[in-house]
């Protein structure tokens, strides 16, 4: 069985929620996990001690098992690099790359699983543009380039039949809750995950956990949303994360929410896909 813990939004700085991360820090040894996702948005204001408590983060669970980092909008210096021009002499995502990682779209095969980043978070961008002025920098969008080096990784990969799952920043379906989409021009992004061969897809960016699928042009890709780990789960949502579970036949999709009163988390919602 190949087990994925799918972490997202830890917002660190003053919105996390440092009781969720040692819960879950405590818990990754017990959930065996084979690899360690984490969809984005380690700081708040991208600053450098939100970062290096990110990276800390990284390392404790990088003992565990092998992790999977993308950025999120949050993690993106968009004021030195507006709409693809460097103002400040610093590319908008060096910050991360020094203190959380080098690759921003890495590729990790483990037991079971290929696994594949594709940047969504580009801060002030033409690609993420929509009319609304709150989306600005607040919105993503997956350049061509991005689904096709993932679709590469995910043919060139694949030996025996691995789960392909493609981590993107921003919520790929749209919010129960908030009624908003991740990405700008949504439906063409859907489009193009279904396009990639990805299986699976491990997003996060809305604060609020839930379990989807995207069934598109004959084919059907199963939707990770993880929750956040930050004080500002969408309509006082707990703190939570999602555990997938693969075996050759069976995916599952599972949220387990911070129970406050113990501290622990506790499952609160599962879903089987037949593979
Ligand atoms: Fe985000």
Sequence with gaps: MTTLVHLSDLHFGGLADIRAVE?????LPALRPTAIIVSGDFAQRARAGEFQRGRAFLRAASRIAPVHAVAGNHDVQWWREPLGIPLLGRARLAKYRRYVADEVSPALSVDGAVICGAAS???LAWGSM???PRDLTV???LPKAELARAAAEFASRNGGGALKVLVVHHNVLRGRISGRWGLARPLAALHAIAA???DVVCCGHDHEEGIGTIELDGRRVIVSTAGTLSTRGRAHRPPSFNLLRATPT???VEIHGLDRGSAKFQLIEGRDFAR
Excluded: D, F, Y
Excluded at 23 to 27: I, Y
């Design 139 to 141: 919105k993503g969008h």
């Design 250 to 252: 069976v995916v599952r």
């Design 196 to 198: 990639s061969g990805a």
């Design 121 to 123: 978070a580009h801060g």
């Design 23 to 27: 819960a879950v820090e405590e818990l």
């Design 130 to 132: 929509t009319w609304n």
